[in-house]
T-cell receptor
Framework: GNSVTQMEGPVTLSEEAFLTINCTYT??????LFWYVQYPGEGLQLLLKATKADDKGSNKGFEATYRKETTSFHLEKGSVQVSDSAVYFCALLGGGADGLTFGKGTHLIIQP | NAGVTQTPKFQVLKTGQSMTLQCAQDMNHEYMSWYRQDPGMGLRLIHYSVGAGITDQGEVPNGYNVSRSTTEDFPLRLLSAAPSQTSVYFC???????????????FGQGTRLTVV
């Protein structure tokens, strides 16, 4: 079946630091890949997505590139802010109708 | 535009009690789903529906029932609550699934359920 593996954290960084959150996946076929963000007390919001190999998703300064050869979709941001503190979920959507498969989530803490 | 609305936001149940978590969306989405979120486990799919009258089981369906009588509503029923069902529950909807148009899933704000 499908699976997503991501670093769990918590990841603690100083403001303006460079961020990488690793995500690798296992899936048959050609899944779509997503990063969702969950701010405290809220539901999940789509951050970015990529639907085919070599696509780069980007939003709010975050980027991730769909790498089929390494089955990865790492999230990066060049300069994080305190407001980026949240839980980040990597997810994939496979060929069936059974919805998104999520990683366990990475808790990111940005200190001023 | 309300998006996905879940009620209640918080609930405490005694073991053996029943309750229904409500979920409604106003985006005319065909696909709706229920997830539970537990520490260190991420989100796991409970049940999903690809349209009115059609439901199916996800990864962790035991102890939960669903129905989809309208496009807008997708309630989740706990028939006899157990402490293992203590969790945060999220409802999500989307226009479609893999390859079907806009595959972004919209999530409700969640229901925090405690079973004592």
């Amino acid at each position: 079946g499908n699976s997503v593996t991501q670093m769990e954290g918590p990841v603690t960084l100083s403001e303006e630091a460079f961020l990488t959150i690793n995500c690798t996946y296992t899936a048959t076929g050609y899944p779509s890949l997503f990063w969702y963000v969950q701010y405290p007390g809220e539901g999940l919001q789509l951050l970015l997505k990529a639907t085919k190999a070599d696509d780069k998703g980007s939003n709010k300064g975050f980027e991730a590139t769909y790498r089929k050869e390494t089955t990865s979709f790492h999230l990066e941001k060049g300069s994080v802010q305190v407001s980026d503190s949240a839980v980040y979920f990597c997810a994939l959507l496979g060929g069936g109708a059974d919805g998104l498969t999520f990683g366990k989530g990475t808790h990111l803490i940005i200190q001023p | 535009n309300a998006g996905v609305t879940q009620t209640p936001k918080f609930q405490v149940l005694k073991t053996g009690q029943s309750m229904t978590l409500q979920c409604a969306q106003d985006m005319n989405h065909e696909y709706m789903s229920w997830y539970r979120q537990d520490p260190g486990m991420g989100l796991r799919l409970i049940h999903y529906s690809v349209g009115a009258g059609i439901t199916d089981q996800g990864e962790v369906p035991n102890g939960y029932n669903v129905s989809r009588s309208t496009t807008e509503d997708f309630p989740l029923r706990l028939l006899s609550a157990a402490p293992s069902q203590t969790s945060v529950y999220f409802c999500a909807s989307s226009y479609g699934w893999q390859g079907a148009g806009n595959t972004e899933a919209f999530f409700g704000q969640g229901t925090r359920l405690t079973v004592v």
